[in-house]
Structures are given as structure tokens and as C-alpha cells.
């Protein structure tokens, strides 16, 4: 199982925090992939996702959270579902010394984004 966070706008206009697991084996067609890195011990203030996509982390350990005060924790390996592009938005924070090092998949429109719940 692949540990992963959604992070959707519900109908109150605020984003909320979902946890699940990616399903595996299974395709998702892709519009394009970019990498990041984030200087250690940096946070972003109140912001919406620019595009629904997924964050995958490689390195360093965030806590996100949203207006309703729902809290997440990623970790290396861990699938940050991306999906609240309007509303109230999150905030983040690195939480160890390490830069975030990451990858966005920002997959098309109208495809399955394999969340599940557990």
C-alpha cells in the first residue's frame, strides 16, 4: 500500500484532509512531471493548489494544514493528492532540517486520481 493524502475543497469552500492509499497497478495518463527543492526549515503561507497533481515526496518531512485546522504529516514515499484549486486553501512547514525535495505528476483531466480510502 501506498500511503497518500487528499486534499480537496469540500462543498463549504474549504480544503480538508483526506487519508488513503494510491492504487497500485493501475495506469494514470499524464500531462507533464517537474521537480522541486525547498531550503530546509521553510514554510508557505495560505495557498490553493495551482493544478490538481500529485506531490511526491523524496526527502524531508512537512505538516500540512488546512483553515479547519485538519492536520496531515508527509514523510519520504508518502502522496500528497493536490486537489484543492479553489476555496480557503493550506498552509505547509518543514519540519526536520531537510530541503523538501519533490516531484509533481500532473496528471489529465477527467482521469481516476487512484485515491482510496482506507
Given amino acids: 500500500m501506498i500511503k497518500a493524502y487528499r486534499i480537496y475543497t469540500g462543498e463549504d469552500g474549504h480544503s480538508h484532509i483526506q487519508e488513503g492509499c494510491i492504487k497500485q497497478h493501475v495506469s494514470v495518463k499524464v500531462k507533464h512531471t517537474h521537480f522541486e527543492e525547498t531550503y530546509a526549515a521553510d514554510t508557505l503561507d495560505w495557498h490553493t493548489a495551482p493544478i490538481a497533481q500529485y506531490v511526491i515526496t523524496v526527502g524531508g518531512v512537512l505538516k500540512f494544514t488546512t ?37 509533481y505528476v500532473v496528471y489529465e483531466e477527467g482521469q481516476d486520481d487512484l485515491f482510496e480510502m482506507v
Fill in 67 to 103: 483553515r479547519t485546522n485538519e492536520t496531515c504529516i508527509i514523510n519520504p514515499g508518502d502522496i500528497l493528492l493536490a486537489e484543492d484549486c479553489t476555496g480557503t486553501g493550506h498552509v505547509w512547514e518543514l519540519l526536520t532540517d531537510e530541503p523538501w525535495k519533490r516531484m
